[in-house]
């Protein structure tokens, strides 16, 4: 028979059936089933962009499209790590950790701008709106300092730069934003920020090797570099001529934009191994969970 069992609320998101805790297991069914939903959202992209090939943009049609061609346009950005001309960038500054047995990089700032630009395959160009895109682009520049770097630099040969960034010129961009995040205001970020990457701008001569392990990595949609685009087709709501009356952007029916710097065997492997991963993962977390949530409760 069933037998009565006692339930016990214990303070901020805590609690038991019977004596025994809940949370965590529950936490890890649901990191589970997120993990097995990604991976059938990055199986299904897969499939998508299987099934669309690429076209010329001079007949590019309506609906979802892949074309493929340099990217141009008047509104350049300059990445802040390499100073790269670009239309989009991202910037990764990390830490790393070591909780008990848990160790790798945590991320503590990231920085990110884009802009519109336009695709030409040499049969003629297309408008883009990068907003709410997937990127899928290469590193341009990654280096770790500390302990636990493992090598030296890495710049992206294509981008031209003779030379990585001086040391100088990162400990600028890092004092630069920890002035940012002061200002802010959010007291949480700011400590947060201040303990685990601040303090050694002003503690150390060197603030990449004096205090910790750093890495930064940057990407970036590199102006007059090629790319694969997948979106949707639509109408320019503002074109400048005859030749610009359609733009590719994020479809309301069709969710996939992907801007890629990979090859296409490339972006597809890479969605295949993310999927296959992410499935088996998830899948194995919630078996795991709800085996241990199953057994404490049949417990007397």
Not at 108 to 121: A, C, G, I, K, M
Request: hydrophobic share 35%.
């Amino acid at each position: 028979m069933w037998q009565a069992r006692e339930y016990h609320y214990h303070g901020q998101f805590s609690f038991s059936i019977g004596g025994h805790s809940y949370l965590v297991p529950l936490a890890g069914f649901g990191a589970g089933l997120a993990l097995f939903a990604n991976g059938f959202w990055n199986y299904r992209k897969l499939r998508v962009i299987e099934d669309t090939p690429r076209i010329n943009i001079r007949g590019i049609p309506m609906g979802l499209v892949r074309v493929h061609g340099k990217v141009i346009g008047s509104f350049l950005l300059t990445s802040p790590v390499t100073h790269t001309p670009c239309y989009y960038y991202l910037v990764r500054v990390e830490c790393w950790e070591e909780r008990g047995k848990n160790r790798g990089w945590q991320t503590v700032h990231t920085e990110t701008q884009q802009r519109t630009f336009y695709v030409d395959d040499g049969t003629g160009k297309v408008l883009i709106n990068p907003q709410s895109a997937e990127f899928d682009l290469p590193s341009t520049y990654c280096a770790a300092f500390g302990p636990q770097a493992r090598g030296g630099p890495y710049l992206d040969p294509s981008i031209g730069l003779a030379a990585s960034p001086s040391e100088q010129e990162l400990r600028a961009y890092a004092a630069k934003h920890r002035q940012e995040v002061r200002f802010a205001g959010d007291p949480k970020t700011v400590a947060r920020f201040e303990a685990k990457y601040a303090k050694a701008l002003e503690e150390v001569d060197n603030p990449l090797t004096g205090h910790g392990s750093y890495r930064i990595t940057e990407h970036c949609l590199v102006a007059e570099h090629a790319y694969d685009i997948i979106g949707t087709c639509a109408q320019n709501p503002q074109p400048q001529d005859d030749h610009d009356r359609n733009m590719i952007l994020k479809g309301q029916n069709e969710p996939t934009f992907v801007i890629s710097g990979l090859s296409e065997r490339s972006l597809e492997t890479v969605l295949k191994k993310r999927a296959v991963i992410k499935i088996m993962l998830g899948g194995f977390l919630m078996v795991i969970t709800m085996g241990i949530i199953i057994t404490n409760l049949l417990k007397p």
